[in-house]
């Protein structure tokens, strides 16, 4: 069973333009969020992180959206830049003394110039 | 400078051998844990250790064991009992936010 869902495998944008990544979970006790942006055969790169107690979080041109009562949340990316072509994860921590992640399993996103 | 290393960055082995791969952080951090990343797939966590001399099993640790003997090393050994170890294997460290080293792919021949 999924807790953690990206349903778009690949995303294509114009340079410029803004990219919108989709993440849903279905664990409510889930409280914090994370975004991770990774190239092929490297490790993940943390992006941006939100708490389950606010409902944005900005940094530069990432900024994260989180909309509990839909258990869902996105990643704006804005202006979009050819070298943000990339697999971004969406991931989950549920609250506690566990702080393992969960996963989904990645969209595609190509910007091209 | 600080950060996660994880040798070595390819690796093959033929099949019925067992392996450690190597993670090491110098960024002070507890936790720490092995994740698996298969194509088109997300990561999914092997084992995790929260503190020294303690670990353990996530979501898959079937074919695996670790050990936590200090703060800063987690070696993954990957046993012949894994039924699939041809992956790429993915050590992190901290606690809410998780940092990646960065990687190592193992070829099981």
């Known amino acids: 069973d999924q807790q953690v869902k990206q349903n778009s495998p690949s995303l294509s944008v114009q340079e410029g333009r803004i990219s919108i990544l989709n993440c849903d979970y279905t664990?409510?006790?889930?409280?914090?969020f994370l975004w991770y942006k990774k190239y092929p055969a490297e490790g993940p790169t943390f992006l941006i992180s939100?708490?389950?107690?606010?409902d944005k979080n900005e940094d530069g041109r990432f900024t994260v959206f989180l909309n509990k009562s839909a258990k869902h949340l996105s990643l704006h990316i804005v202006p979009s830049q050819p070298g943000d072509s990339a697999v971004y994860f969406c991931?989950?921590?549920?609250?506690?003394?566990?702080?393992?992640?969960?996963f989904g399993k990645g969209t595609l996103l190509t910007v091209n110039p | 400078d600080g950060g996660i290393t994880q040798s070595p960055k390819y690796l093959f082995r033929k099949e019925g051998q067992n392996v450690t791969l190597s993670c090491e952080q110098n960024?002070?951090?507890?936790?720490m844990y092995w994740y698996r990343q298969d194509p088109g797939q997300g990561l999914r966590l092997i084992y995790y250790?929260?503190?020294?001399?303690?670990?353990q099993k996530g979501d898959i640790a079937e074919g695996y064991s670790v050990s936590r003997e200090k703060k800063e090393s987690f070696p993954l050994t990957v046993t012949s009992a894994q039924k699939n170890p041809t992956a790429f294997y993915l050590c992190?460290?901290?606690?809410?936010?998780?940092?990646f080293g960065p990687g190592t792919r193992l070829t099981v021949l």
């Open positions: 992190a460290s901290g606690l809410d936010t998780q940092y």
């Open positions: 664990n409510s006790m889930f409280d914090y």
């Open positions: 939100i708490s389950s107690i606010k």
């Open positions: 991931a989950a921590i549920t609250g506690g003394s566990n702080y393992k992640l969960t």
């Open positions: 960024l002070n951090h507890d936790a």
């Open positions: 250790s929260q503190i020294v001399n303690d670990f």
